[in-house]
């Protein structure tokens, strides 16, 4: 808040003035010098000690009219800043008192809301459940009725199981009770095998005598024809030992196929013996072969089942996922809107779950939250209002704080301080405009932009109704905020007023030196372009771009609905925006995050003679 200052040496100018006309002026009858308490402003003390400083002037100055009523004046204009300074605290006060009831009812309404959207939720929940549960029970039904097939035929599986358990028991023990008629067929197997080697040995060694007594004998035929014609007895004699021979031969052989059949035949009787004992289990064995079959029969059977029950599961699962798909679809899209309203046109979820309370919550809903904020008080009113948009509602950034609020102190003898915020487009800034109770308007823009000022900076501009800035600050991070600069009228050389009287008469006329601009950005409302270069206002053509320009620079055309051009030039880090005769309305700048901001406006500056303000694009760029 800016402190009010009192010239005392201005005072003590002014008592002079009123001691030398004390004596050659009357005061007019009825002429009011004091003032009262509730003349000035808001806070006691300050209007107690201005009503007190003038009774004890009012003493001084009894036959001073014209003085008096200039110290008249000059105390209702200090009496008016120190009422617009504490106007202005009350003002702050006002608003937090505004915020901390807004808050409140705000809270209020979203606790109301949400407890009503989770009854509304809880409700389109409920009847969604509902409407799903018929078709999820039909499938439970029939998951059931396979579930009990599948343990119906579970439990033939493991019957079978069991009987093939006690079969192979059974053939195990069959085989163990045939073990000693298996050994006993590897015994005969094994004499057998013995045999036939044996008798083949005794055929071949009767074999070999036999034919080692056919070379003799054919070698006494050798002999004896040898280059000679042999006697009919010798011929006689061969024949006769040659049938001889064969007979012996005959005989032999016959009695070792008699003996080697005697020894056959007894292993055969042995293996006949064998057999028959080894046929008596063949009913048995029949009889486990006959189960085994009848086994398999069954178990073909409980697998075809399976595999029908395997394919009955297959669309019922299908189904069953399917269903469950679709619920959670239905649940997520429920999830995702927005909670019931009568404005939404819908049947009242309500209606159709009435346990969950009828037609709505049974508490009564907490009032609006106000758009307005007003006090009556012994100093006067307040009132506060915000800027509401196109529903009626308070207008709130991305932060739900109201984007306008004014604030206006009025007291009881009409005097009016009105204040209003509005917080800009970018994080942190603001301009605040108040117009004092003597009509003066000031507006005091608050800027953010760490990138000019460093870190954690912010800088403040004071600007008169005009725009002409009188006063620049600087806050630190978790600093207060310091005066800069500020603006000061041009004082003139005079020598001939040591009290500086005619210098007091004509201070207000000099000229002030006013001191820098706020930035485009803080002071234009409504720029022609915003931050992608295309026109604010959407009734403008789609825009034509050239790419190929000067300076790797590209221009996009644009047509507004009465044939007016707008045309944007951006060259690197620098766009232009420029009218139809080529006059730059506007020069925007990016900055090192790369972020296009408005730098310069022309609706900053005034025009002197035909020079645009802020220069044309080159004619490369047309």
Do not use: C
Request: charge should be negative; charged fraction near 35%; glycine fraction near 6%.
């Amino acid at each position: 808040m800016t402190r009010i200052s009192i010239d005392y040496d201005l005072m003590y100018v002014l008592a002079r003035q009123v001691w030398h006309l004390r004596d050659e002026m009357d005061v007019p009858a009825g002429v009011k010098h004091s003032f009262e308490a509730g003349d000035i402003g808001p806070r006691q003390e300050t209007a107690e000690e201005l009503a007190n400083f003038s009774t004890t002037w009012k003493k001084a100055f009894t036959e001073g009219w014209q003085v008096m009523t200039d110290l008249g004046n000059l105390l209702d204009e200090i009496g008016k800043a120190f009422y617009d300074s504490d106007a202005q605290t009350a003002a702050g006060a006002a608003s937090m008192a505004a915020a901390y009831q807004r808050q409140n009812i705000k809270a209020a309404n979203d606790g109301y809301k949400q407890r009503q959207d989770a009854m509304y939720k809880q409700a389109e929940a409920a009847n969604l459940e509902r409407r799903h549960r018929p078709g999820q029970l039909y499938l439970e039904r029939q998951q059931q009725e396979l579930e009990k097939k599948r343990a119906a035929l579970q439990k033939e599986q493991d019957a079978q199981a069991k009987r093939q358990e006690d079969l192979t028991k059974q053939q195990e023990e069959l085989q163990k009770r045939q073990e000693p008629l298996r050994q006993r067929q590897d015994e005969l197997t094994q004499r057998q095998q013995e045999l036939w080697r044996r008798q083949k040995a005794e055929r071949a060694e009767l074999q070999a005598g036999f034919t080692a007594k056919q070379d003799a004998l054919d070698k006494e035929r050798a002999a004896l024809t040898a280059g000679r014609e042999p006697s009919r007895e010798q011929m006689d004699e061969l024949r006769r030992k040659q049938q001889d021979l064969w007979e012996e031969q005959d005989a032999a052989q016959k009695a070792l196929e008699g003996k080697q059949a005697t020894e056959q035949n007894d292993l055969n009787r042995e293996r006949d013996a064998l057999r028959k004992e080894q046929d008596a289990f063949t009913p048995e064995w029949d009889a486990l072969d006959k189960k085994q079959h009848d086994l398999w029969k069954d178990q073909a059977a409980t697998e075809e089942a399976q595999k029908q029950l395997d394919e009955d599961q297959e669309p019922l699962t299908q189904r069953a996922e399917d269903m469950q798909k679709a619920y959670a679809a239905e649940q997520e899209e429920l999830a995702k809107k927005p909670a019931w309203t009568p404005e939404s046109g819908e049947p009242n979820p309500l209606h159709m779950n009435r346990e969950l309370g009828g037609d709505g919550p049974a508490e009564t809903p907490p009032p609006p939250v106000p758009t307005t904020y007003e006090r009556d008080d012994d100093n006067g009113h307040t009132k506060i209002e915000y800027k509401l948009n196109a529903n009626g509602e308070i207008e709130v950034d991305k932060n739900g704080n109201p984007v306008e609020t004014t604030t206006t102190i009025t007291n009881k003898n009409g005097l009016t301080y009105t204040e209003t915020h509005r917080s800009l487009a970018r994080e942190g800034d603001s301009v605040t405009t108040t117009q004092g109770s003597d009509g003066k308007v000031t507006k005091v823009y608050e800027d953010a932009n760490d990138e000019f000022y460093g870190k954690g900076f912010m800088r403040r501009y004071v600007t008169d109704e005009k725009g002409n800035t009188l006063q620049v600050w600087l806050k630190a991070p978790d600093g207060d905020w310091t005066l800069q600069n500020e603006a000061k009228q041009e004082e003139p050389e005079r020598d001939d007023d040591p009290l500086g009287i005619y210098d007091y008469v004509e201070f207000g006329q000099r000229p002030m030196q006013y001191l820098e601009r706020p930035p485009a950005y803080l002071t234009v409302d409504k720029p022609m372009v915003d931050a992608t270069g295309k026109p604010a206002d959407g009734a403008f053509s789609p825009g034509k771009t050239t790419s190929d320009l000067p300076g790797n620079a590209s221009r996009t055309d644009y047509t507004s609905p009465d044939g007016s051009g707008l045309h944007v030039v951006t060259a690197g880090i620098s766009r232009y925006v420029a009218d139809d005769k080529g006059e730059i309305q506007e020069v925007w700048q990016k900055n090192r995050y790369g972020d296009w901001y408005l730098k310069d406006s022309i609706t900053q500056h005034e025009r002197y003679g035909d020079e645009p303000p802020l220069g044309m694009i080159g004619e490369n760029w047309r």
